[in-house]
């Protein structure tokens, strides 16, 4: 089975460019979730989506960061314009109902999309 | 959901028997504890959760004692490949709301 991927691995930009992320989740998985990590800090929520619509976007920065989940499959993230405390790394994760008694969600996490702007 | 409290890093030699241990004071009825993995230059990746006493799958063991205020990962003869950040984290039972990460446990193993 495929994990969840996510394009590009790495990006360079300059500061005021826009820059897209793509996450391909698990097939099947109605939830999609965008994290990230800046420089030194924890990783931190930004958004999720249940199928194609946005249940929590209480994680995103602000209106410069748009997520779409066209569709129900893939999603991608636009930064627009970038800005230089915007680099990091960009996680998604994909969860569906897990087989355990309390149906728990295990979330699969994609290896990241490493931003930089400079 | 509740904080978690963990150490910032450890080291052990190969072959040892590691423990980590969480503190969650201020965990409620409804959440349990879950342990996250995560590697250089890839995501966090699950590794076992529990609810009280005692579970166990084939990469580590969960010790939670009855007060639930705290929670031991333990990983049993770790090699070089275990080195890795290991993460703490509290999650809401049947919810698939978002995680919650902390700093984590810097895990070195030494040969």
């Known amino acids: 089975e495929a994990g969840v991927t996510q394009f590009p691995s790495h990006s360079v930009i300059e500061k005021g460019q826009t820059v897209t992320l793509r996450c391909d989740p698990i097939?099947?998985?109605?939830?999609l979730y965008w994290y990230r990590r800046v420089m030194g800090k924890e990783i931190k929520f930004l958004l999720h989506?249940?199928?194609?619509?946005?249940?929590?976007e209480s994680g995103m920065p602000n209106n410069r960061f748009l997520a779409e989940r066209t569709g129900g499959t893939y999603s991608t993230l636009k930064v627009q314009p970038a800005e230089l405390e915007d680099s990091g790394v960009y996680f998604c994760a994909s969860s569906q109902v897990r087989a355990l008694p309390w149906g728990y969600y295990e979330q699969y996490f994609g290896p990241g999309t490493r931003l930089t702007v400079t | 959901l509740a904080k978690t409290t963990q150490p910032i890093s450890m080291d052990s030699y190969e072959g040892q028997e590691v423990n980590i241990t969480c503190s969650h004071n201020n965990i409620a009825t409804n959440d349990y504890i879950t342990w996250y993995q995560q590697f250089p230059s890839q995501g966090p990746r699950f590794i076992i959760q529990?609810?009280?006493t005692k579970v166990t799958n084939e990469v580590a063991s969960l010790f939670i004692p009855a007060d639930r205020k705290s929670s031991t990962l333990s990983l049993p003869r770790v090699s070089l490949s275990d080195t890795a950040v290991y993460y703490c984290l509290s999650s809401r039972g049947g919810s698939a709301r978002q995680l919650t990460f902390g700093s984590g446990t810097q895990l070195t193993v030494l040969p």
């Open positions: 097939s099947g998985h109605d939830n």
């Open positions: 989506f249940v199928k194609e619509s946005k249940q929590d």
């Open positions: 529990g609810y009280k």
